[in-house]
């Protein structure tokens, strides 16, 4: 089946603009996840739903970061005022439920200027 | 807070030859769970495994194995007769029971040589 899919694979802004990114998780997972991956290091959460709300968001580094998940089903990240710092891959994972393994897309490459 | 530490950066070896990728963990919680995840220079990060904290048997998938001692927080992964296609990025992971946010360790780089 479909695996989890990420748009766009790239994306380019400048400093200051508004971002969005989207998520389409696994047919029937409701658990997803979204994750930061900066060059050379591990992947950091971010946020977590289950279904439609968010279970855990302490991960987003400020306020300019938000997502929603508004039917359970596809997310977005969006990311106000855009920072060089937040230059990174952009990852999104889901899951069956709460413990299971996480499947991950390809990500989202952002890249401020 | 949780912590996931590979102290590996960087391994090389030669087709054939087998690896040891160390994964070293930190916890408060009796119940967790621990992940092995791939990156493979596509990008894409691949499950290989996941183990509760309550399961210390050892577990072997055709070249992967996997020793998981709680009692020196470790979670080691073999490659045995390692070939090209396994290079790639290897990452440790654990999530606790209370959240199901994935801590990822920094990563060990596979690099097989024909």
């Known amino acids: 089946g479909a695996g989890v899919s990420q748009t766009p694979s790239n994306k380019v802004t400048e400093k200051g603009k508004y971002v969005e990114l989207r998520c389409d998780p696994i047919s029937g997972h409701t658990a997803l996840y979204w994750y930061r991956q900066s060059l050379g290091q591990g992947p950091e959460f971010l946020i977590y739903?289950?279904?439609?709300?968010?279970?855990?968001d302490s991960g987003l580094p400020n306020d300019r970061f938000f997502a929603v998940r508004p039917e359970g089903s596809v997310s977005t990240l969006k990311i106000q005022r855009t920072e060089r710092g937040d230059s990174a891959v952009y990852l999104c994972a889901s899951s069956p439920g709460t413990f299971y393994e996480q499947y991950f897309g390809p990500g989202t490459r952002l890249t401020v200027t | 807070a949780q912590k996931v530490t590979q102290a590996q950066t960087e391994i090389s070896v030669v087709e054939k030859e087998d690896v040891t990728l160390d994964c070293v963990y930190e916890t408060r919680d009796t119940t967790y769970y621990l992940f092995w995840y791939k990156q493979p220079p596509s990008g894409e990060l691949v499950f290989l495994i996941r183990?509760?904290?309550?399961?210390?048997q050892n577990e072997i998938s055709g070249r992967y194995s996997w020793n998981f001692q709680k009692s020196t927080s470790s979670f080691n992964f073999t490659i045995t007769a390692s070939q090209v296609v396994d290079s790639a990025v290897y990452f440790c992971a654990l999530s606790e029971a209370e959240g199901n946010k994935l801590t990822f360790g920094g990563g060990t780089r596979v690099l097989v040589k024909p």
């Open positions: 183990r509760n904290s309550f399961d210390e």
């Open positions: 739903f289950q279904g439609t709300g968010a279970a855990d």
